[in-house]
Each structure stands twice: as C-alpha cells, then as structure tokens.
C-alpha cells in the first residue's frame, strides 16, 4: 500500500490583487506612449501631401560667412608672343638654329638664296646709274642753253645800239643835207627791228628757266622713281635674312635644310619665353562677366602665382569661351609651351553674407524656392538668391543660419508644401 502525502501538503497563501493586474497596467502604459507617439505622427502624416525618404535626399546647411565667386579651369600655357617668320622670297633655305636654340633679338635665323631677286636688284641698280647719269647731262645742258640765251640777248643788246648811233648819225646828216629823209626812215626801222629782236631775247631769256627747271626736274623724279625701286630691292634682299624679332626660344622649324619654298611660306617660329600666357576655356554663362583686367591665380609647383584677364574671344565654341590669363608678377621658371596648368578667376567677393552649397534646387524652384527640414518634415519656404558660383549660392532672404536644406532635385516632391521624410 501507497501511503499518502498528507505530511507533504502546506498551504499556499493568495496573492495580493495588484500583482494580478499587473501585466493590465503595463500594456495599458505601452498603449498610451504608443498612441502618444503615434499621434502626431499620424497627424503630420495626414497633414502632409507627399513622402520622401531622407538618405535620398542631399541636404546642407545655411551658413554666414564669406561668399567668392569665382571660376575654375584647366588651360595650357601659350607664348603671348610667338611670332612665325616667312619666306620673303622664293629661293633656297639655309637654316642657322635648331628647335630649342635660344636667340637674342636681331640674330640671324636663317638665310634665303633667290638669284631672280639678287639678279633684278643688280639690274634696277645699273638702271640708277644710267638715270643718274640723265639728270647730270640734263642740268650741264641746261647751263649751256642758259648761256646761249644769255649770248643771244646781248647780241641783241649790241645791234639795238649799233642802230640807235646809225639812226643818230643819219638824222645829223640829214639836217646838213648829205642823207636823204628815205636813209633816215631806213635806219629808224632798222632801230626798231633791233628793239624788238632785243624785246623777244630777253623773253626768252626770261622762260629759260622754267623750260630748264621742268627739264631737270623730269629727269630727277625718273632717277628718283629708281632709286626708291632699288632702295625696296634692297629691303627684300636684305630680309632674306631672317631675323628674330624678339628675344625667346626657336619653336619649330617648319622647313627643311635646303629646302626650297615659295614666297610667303613659312619657315620657322621663335617663343617669347619671358611673357608667356594661360589660354583657358570657360563655360559661355559666365564669358559675359569677363573682362580685361580682372584678378586670377594660376596654380604651379604647388603653388599660387597671381594673373590677370589679359584678353576674352569674342567667338563661342562648343559653348566655351577662349580667355588669357597673364602673369602678374615674375614668370615661374621651367614652363613650357602647351603645359597644363589650372587656374582661378575672381568675379566676386561679398563678406559676411549667408550662402548655401549650390544644388539642382536652385534650378527646380527658380531660385524662389526652397525646402527646410524641420524635424522628420520638410517645409517649402520662399527664398530670394543673390549672386552664385560654380559651388555656393547667396541667400538674400527667407532662410537663416543654420536652417538646413534639402539642395538635391525636389521634382518628386510635385510643388507639396509639407513633404513627410523617413
């Protein structure tokens, strides 16, 4: 037999009554912060017209502080001059310098052979000889000619007194009767015969000069006319050889050694290395704001040299726009032509003003609107921007510092005025 567990038994006494509502108390809590969470949620939820998931979403904050507008791009380096020589004449090259050769001003480069321009030079200059030689002979002819009329006005001079006494005399003897009236008359027109051939001598005495002064002139302005013929002859051989015009660095040759070229072809070209430009392109927006003058920095070896604009295309290509950046100050040593350098052109600089990072906002809302995040919603403001550059845009109104903004695309969000982010 099994015997009983009646020495095992104790009596158990009842719990209190709030530890049996316990667990009732507690999901009654959880259920009030639950709906007190819930709540207005639910009702920014409801108030909102569209949703949008904030790590899509590129943000930034409103800050004050300075604002620089500038312009960043990349250029090559490009000679400001880089004169190229031609041939002033058909002939045969003969070079003096290779590329690379560094020259001073006025030396000699290279030198042309062009017998057809050495040959007419000789001729035009034989040709000056014999027009000299015509001017010479015309002014000793006109001397003679000035003595011939001289000579001819004195023999008149001497018949008109030989028959002024003959007149004289016949008059006397015809008062004392051994003349006849008919002689005197005779010897009267012969005086004024001689008068007259005295009048017309000294006339022509008179014109001499003139004649002689248009004869010898002739003769001077053909002799003239040829000595500036050979004096440009002269000019063209001489520029066969071909000189540096500045100082600097040969670049290329463009021609052979003893090559033969035609006329205006050309042969070489010579690198002002002491003024040497940056050539760079920049987007045709921001072309118009560009002006001689205005303040750049060109980066090189680490380091920041001060430019400026020395020159702006008036030419679009490909939507960019050429520009020249000059140094400022010294040109940094070692560059060379067509280097890669980068530069950065200030067009403006506005102190203690509030900017944001620059995004596609700005062309969704037209720059009149913004979205500011508040809490786990984003609110459309009006805003008002100012000046912008490649990276911040001026904000004149509707934000403050420290707002926070979503700067990214915001077609999604279809103009809503609350968008709810999760």
């Known amino acids: 037999m099994f015997r009983d567990t009646a020495a095992q038994d104790r009596v158990i006494a009842a719990a209190p009554g709030w530890r049996r509502r316990l667990p009732w108390i507690v999901a009654g809590l959880l259920v009030v912060l639950l709906l007190a969470w819930a709540v207005p949620t639910a009702r920014r939820t409801l108030s909102a017209e569209a949703t949008a998931t904030l790590a899509r979403l590129n943000v930034a904050t409103v800050a004050r502080g300075d604002f620089v507008r500038d312009i960043a791009a990349d250029g090559r380096v490009v000679a400001a ?73 004195d023999r008149a001079e001497v018949d008109r007194k030989t028959a002024a006494r003959e007149v004289e005399r016949s008059r006397k003897a015809f008062e004392q009767g051994a003349y006849s009236e008919l002689q005197v008359l005779r010897n009267e027109d012969a005086l004024e015969k001689a008068e007259f051939a005295l009048s017309r001598a000294r006339e022509d005495l008179a014109l001499e000069p003139e004649q002689i002064r248009f004869d010898i002139e002739s003769k001077k302005l053909a002799r003239d006319r040829q000595q500036l013929l050979v004096a440009d002859l002269a000019r063209q051989v001489e520029a ?67 430019g400026e604009i020395s020159a702006v295309s008036p030419e679009v290509v490909a939507g960019q726009v050429a520009a020249r950046v000059r140094f400022a100050d010294a040109v940094p040593e070692g560059l060379r032509q067509n280097q890669r350098l980068s530069a950065r052109v200030l067009l403006d600089e506005r102190k203690n003003v509030l900017t944001v990072h620059r995004g596609p906002f700005i062309d969704a809302g037209g720059g009149r609107v913004a979205y500011v995040i508040r809490g786990d919603v984003a609110e459309r403001v009006s805003i008002e921007t100012g000046a912008s550059s490649l990276n911040q845009v001026e904000i004149l109104s509707g934000l403050e510092a420290g707002d926070r903004i979503v700067i990214s695309g915001t077609d999604e969000f279809n103009g809503a005025q609350r968008v709810v982010l999760h």
Not at 144 to 152: N, P, S
Not at 240 to 262: K, T, W, Y
């Open 81 to 153: 001059v880089s004169p190229t020589l031609y041939a002033a004449a058909a002939g045969t090259v003969a070079l003096k310098v290779q590329a690379g050769d560094r020259v001073e001003r006025d030396a000699v480069l290279a030198i042309i052979d062009s017998p057809e321009l050495s040959n007419r030079l000789a001729q035009e200059r034989a040709q000056l000889a014999a027009l000299d030689i015509d001017w010479q002979r015309a002014k000793l002819a006109a001397r003679r000619q000035q003595m011939t009329v001289q000579e001819a006005v």
């Open 240 to 306: 066969l050889a071909l000189r540096a015009p500045v100082s600097g660095q040969v670049g290329q040759l463009l021609v052979a050694e003893r090559a033969s070229v035609a006329r205006d072809a050309p042969l070489l070209t010579v690198v002002d290395l002491s003024r040497l430009e940056l050539e760079i392109k920049v987007p045709e927006s921001f072309a118009r704001e560009l002006a001689p003058g205005m303040p750049a920095q060109i980066n090189h070896g680490g380091r920041p040299w001060p």
